[in-house]
Every structure is written in C-alpha cells, then in structure tokens.
C-alpha cells in the first residue's frame, strides 16, 4: 500500500512499482488527482489517515506499506496533524496485520532541531514503535525536478542575478539524487527485517546550499553572485523567499527553518547494507534537468481536449496551450499541419515570422534557412529557423527553436479525434534563462498572444477546407 502517491516522491514510486508489476493500492485524500497516473493493476482507496474505515480497507491483505506523506502545507499545527496521522496510520496498520512498514523521514541530529524535522523523528519513533517491523530511511535534500528544495533553488538561482546569503546557506548537507532515493525505497521492500531500523541515506558529496546554487547555475550556463551576509535570519529569509517565490512560501519557511542544522550522513549503515551507491551533486543536477526533458516530452501528448486557451508553468518551462476542434476528421486536420513553414508560411503573421528570421540572421542566427528541406518531416529536418524533434503521420509534429533565443523553444501540434471531427492542439513551450529569458516571454507575450492565436485559427480555417463535408469550427469553452 502506498501514502503520498499524489506527492513528488510517491508519484514517482508509483510509476516503478507498476512498471516491475507490482501490484499497489493508493490511499488517496483526492483520488481524483490520481486519474490517468495510475495503471489498470492499480487500486485507488478515497480517505485520510485519520479516517480510520478507509485505512481499513487501504490495508486490508497489505504486506508492506510506503508511508510517505508529511503536512508541511497545512495552515494548522503540522506536527500536530503529523503526529495524530502516525498514531492512527500505526494502529491500523497493525490492526490489518501489515508486515512492515517504509517509511521516508528526514536528516538531523541533536538538540533543538526544527519543528520540521522533529515532527519526522517523532513520526518515525511512532511507526517503529507500533510494533509493526518499519524501516525508516532518514534522507537530507531530493535533487530532482519537482523537488520542493529543488524547485526553490531552481527558483531563486533563474530569477536572481545577485543573493545575499546568509550563514546558514553555508550549512552542509548531503543531497541525494530522487533516482537514488527511488533505488532505496524499492530495496526496502525485500530488505531482511526482524524488528524495526533507522537507515541514514544521502548522495556521495556533502556540500551547501550556497553549492547547490552555484552548480546548477553553471550547468544553467547563468552567471550568479553570491554575497555572503550575517545578519539575515531564517525568518527575514523566509519572507524574503516569499516574495521571490510565492509558491513555496508556506513550506519554504518551514524548510529554511531547518537549513540551520546539518543534516549529514553520519552512521553509512544503508551504504554497507544496501547496493545503492548514491551519485554526487553535479550529476544529480545532470540528471534531474535531463530528466525533466524526458518527462515532458512523454506527458507532452494529452488524451482529451484541454480548455481553449492557457498559460502554464512546468517546473522551468512555460507552456501556452491553445485549442480548437473542428469538423474535419483528424486526417484531414493534420494536412495544413504537415505543410507548415517555407512557402506555405504559418497562417498569419506571415511578414512577422519573415522579420523574426531576418532579425536572427542579423544576431548572427541561422535565420529562415531558405524555408523546407527534402527530408520533409522526418526527425532532424530543418523547417526555416525550426528543426522537427518528432513527427508521427497524423497525429503529432514537434519543432525545437534553432533561433537565438535566451531559453530554449518548442512548437507541438497535436490531432486528437473528436466526435465526428477532430481536436487540434498547439503548444508552444519555453524554457526561459535567467532573468532575461523571463523578461523576453513576459515582454513579448502580447505579439505571441496574437501571432499563436492567429497561426492556430488558420490552420483550423485550412482543415476546415480541406473537408468535404463540413467547413465551421468551434472553440472549447474553458
């Protein structure tokens, strides 16, 4: 059984169980979040941990249960809310005759620690003291995209040219890589377990947060100063954080408030006693922005029509969703698709795209290149400032941007059917750079809003002409 499958940890949990046939059983406090991320083998349980019917039937014939959830996003008394959830969660499961039970808590050692990571000890002292076997995996920073510590240094380092850094930010830890944690917790299913055990996990480097940050911004290729200070506390810190990045505010201060203690491995029992060799900083970042890649270009596709119009974020990237059906069968759909660019130009706004063009010859750019190639549409040809990344007849054309930009670039279009007609969809994604890439998709978007928006009602205008039978379109209501 699996808590926290809608979390960043358990989603990603989830996702290697099903695909080593593992069969899973979700508790879940929102079951709907969970639609189309679970595979068929996979059962879902509506509840909370406090909902002691529901834990019941979640932990009915379980073995092992992943307990992977926490309450830092609460307005209440999180430790609280932790330390009641663990109660119940720790009854029941020994009430159903669970086994054992994984447990992911949290780095920190001694006296005074932070009401964050002293509601994870007291969560892992409930668990083992249950008297169900657990296996508790204490764990310093995730590095991986979606990571809220991650996401935050992500964050601070792409919108910040200049950081006055506190002395905490010098404070070490050990991150590990969410591919090693992963690792950890699947070895945890098999591992020989007579009573209950406390595992100190982290990757092979132990550095700061202030590291953190000057290594992502070089991979980044973004220039970064960082002046160290004395004087600013976790809590100006946190409100400081709050205006850079109001997402993570609530959990943020709750998080820095525990950067001010180490959280080092210091008993390297996991490492004698597990095969996981954690990799080091530098490639957990690597690793995380090249999976992200790979990620998004697996979940680029959608399988039922989004609203008509919508901006975004993904982790760095920001993604500006538009479409339309229309009447025309997919095939027919797809044809002013295929055609896109040289000659054929972009449906509107053609003497703009031009101008683009003449604009990226001029900053030294490969320009509009003379327009398409005879390679057509297969993958790796060039289509004006474009180059197709993927290509499948009829249903899917993706360009990546070869023009000088301060991100990256990308142009979807999708067919879907649709009733008797046809959805299409256009996604134009970008990974923006530092300050300056955020400033050119902020300042632009007005020239974007129009240019995207004509392009996709001339590609329907074409489809729908291209149809013998229909020739009107209709707008998604959002």
């Known amino acids: 059984m699996l808590t926290g499958a809608t979390g960043y940890v358990g989603g990603h949990l989830l996702s290697v169980l099903e695909s080593r046939g593992i069969r899973v059983r979700c508790l879940a406090r929102r079951p709907e979040r969970l639609l189309g991320r679970v595979g068929s083998t996979t059962e879902v349980v509506a509840g909370d941990l406090r909902d002691r019917s529901a834990l019941a039937k979640a932990l009915q014939g379980v073995e092992t249960a992943y307990y992977l959830v926490h309450s830092m996003g609460s307005a209440a008394d999180f430790e609280e809310e932790e330390r009641a959830d663990a109660q119940c969660f720790a009854e029941m499961a020994l009430a159903q005759g669970v086994r054992r039970i994984i447990y992911l808590g949290g780095l920190g050692h001694g006296e005074g620690l932070s009401a964050h990571l002293r509601s994870r000890h ?24 979606g990571s809220l510590s991650f996401e935050m ?17 010098r404070v070490t830890a050990q991150p590990i890589a969410v591919s090693d944690l992963i690792h950890y917790l699947l070895e945890a299913l098999d591992f020989p377990l007579a009573g209950s055990r406390v595992f100190e996990i982290g990757g092979a480097d132990r ?21 160290p200070v004395p004087f600013l506390t976790p809590k100006l810190s946190s409100l400081w954080l709050a205006l850079v990045t109001p997402l993570y505010a609530r959990v943020g201060r709750k998080l820095i408030e525990s950067i001010i203690h180490p959280t080092e491995v210091r008993d390297d029992a996991a490492l004698r006693e597990f095969s996981v060799r954690p990799m080091g900083m530098p490639d957990a970042i690597t690793a995380a922005l090249r999976d992200e890649d790979r990620e998004f270009i697996a979940s680029s596709g959608a399988h039922e029509p989004s609203p008509a119009r919508r901006t975004v974020r993904r982790g760095n990237r920001i993604l500006d969703t538009r479409t339309l059906v229309v009447s025309a069968p997919p095939r027919r759909a797809f044809e002013p698709i295929a055609r896109i660019g040289g ?40 289509i004006d400032f474009w180059r197709v990344e993927a290509f499948e007849p009829g249903r899917l054309l993706r360009l990546r941007a070869e023009m000088k930009v301060p991100g990256r670039a990308w142009l979807e279009f999708e067919v879907m059917p649709f009733g008797a007609g046809a959805v299409i969809r256009q996604t134009a994604s970008f990974d923006p750079v530092g300050v300056g890439g955020l400033l050119y998709w902020y300042l632009l978007y007005p020239a974007h809003h129009a240019i995207f928006d004509g392009m996709l009602s001339g590609i329907a205008r074409a489809a729908a002409a291209n149809d013998d039978s229909h020739d009107r379109t209709l707008t998604i209501q959002a």
């Open 343 to 382: 000659r054929n130009g972009y449906y509107a706004y053609d003497w703009l795209w031009r101008a683009r063009g003449a604009l990226d010859r001029l900053l030294g750019g490969v320009g509009m290149r003379g327009g398409r190639t005879e390679f057509g549409l297969e993958p790796g040809a060039p």
């Open 153 to 169: 240094i992500r964050a601070l380092v792409e919108r910040l040219p200049a950081m006055v850094t506190p002395r905490w930010v």
């Open 207 to 227: 550095v700061s947060y202030g590291d953190l940050m000057a290594e992502y911004a070089r991979q980044r290729g973004l220039r970064r100063l960082l002046i």
């Open 122 to 145: 007291e969560v892992g002292r409930i668990l083992r003291e249950s008297g169900v076997p657990t296996l508790e995996l204490r764990a310093s920073i995730v590095i991986g995209s």
